[in-house]
């Protein structure tokens, strides 16, 4: 069936260094994708999404490349702060269907 | 400011009880959604609804019903017949369904007495 799953369920890096997180899907018609951060006890807040007929879109320190080849998306953050820590949900639809999202990676960013 | 507010931030259910979780948005936005959440685990749809006055199940909708009489409010009633209702609940609103980002609230957590 149609699923958007994460590669890695929890990341943790440094201060400063770049993250990457990762997600796959698994429905070729998909043509639009979302990244969120979930911060605890909060709901989901948009960062950045992505078209298919893109591969790469840049924010303020985030880049999400989107590889319709391999059905593979990527949230790139540079830099990445304390504040940054957080769960990250990828989502996906297409045309009038509901987002379908993920299970979510959780992000750990040490001092 | 613009945005979307749901309230209470946490409920509490008897046993049998039916409970309205309410969400209402500034934001113009035509289309509404609510979801549910478990314990780290990402987000499942319950309703939707487009415009006013017309709603769509989502994926888990059996146990809860909701209404959408106005633009800007789209209460959610978790009732009797949804046996696990102990979760945290999102509500989430679109300029409208097609490929929009949607805006979420800082939900409602429900727990069972």
């Known amino acids: 069936g149609e699923s958007v799953g994460l590669h890695l369920p929890t990341l943790s890096v440094q201060e400063g260094d770049n993250s990457i997180i990762n997600c796959a899907y698994s429905?070729?018609?998909?043509?639009?994708f979302i990244w969120y951060k979930q911060e605890s006890g909060k709901g989901p807040q948009f960062i950045i999404d992505i078209r298919s007929n893109m591969d790469k879109r840049q924010g303020q320190r985030v880049t999400v490349l989107l590889n319709k080849t391999v059905k593979h998306l990527s949230l790139q953050i540079a830099a990445t702060q304390p504040g940054d820590s957080a769960v990250y949900f990828c989502a996906e639809t297409s045309g009038r269907r509901a987002l379908t999202f993920g299970s979510g990676t959780r992000l750990q960013v040490q001092p | 400011d613009g945005g979307i507010t749901q309230s209470p931030k946490y409920l509490f259910r008897k046993e049998g009880q039916n409970v309205t979780l309410s969400c209402e948005q500034n934001l113009n936005h035509d289309a509404m959604y609510w979801y549910r959440q478990d314990p780290g685990q990402g987000l499942r749809l319950i309703y939707y609804?487009?415009?006013?006055?017309?709603?769509q199940k989502g994926d888990i909708a059996e146990g809860y019903s909701v209404s959408r009489e106005k633009k800007e409010s789209f209460p959610l009633t978790v009732t009797s017949a949804q046996k696990n209702p102990t979760a945290f609940y999102l509500c989430?609103?679109?300029?409208?369904?097609?490929?929009?980002?949607?805006?979420f609230g800082d939900g409602t957590r429900l727990s069972i007495l």
């Open positions: 989430a609103s679109s300029r409208d369904r097609n490929n929009q980002p949607q805006h």
């Open positions: 609804s487009q415009i006013v006055n017309d709603f």
């Open positions: 429905n070729s018609a998909s043509d639009y």
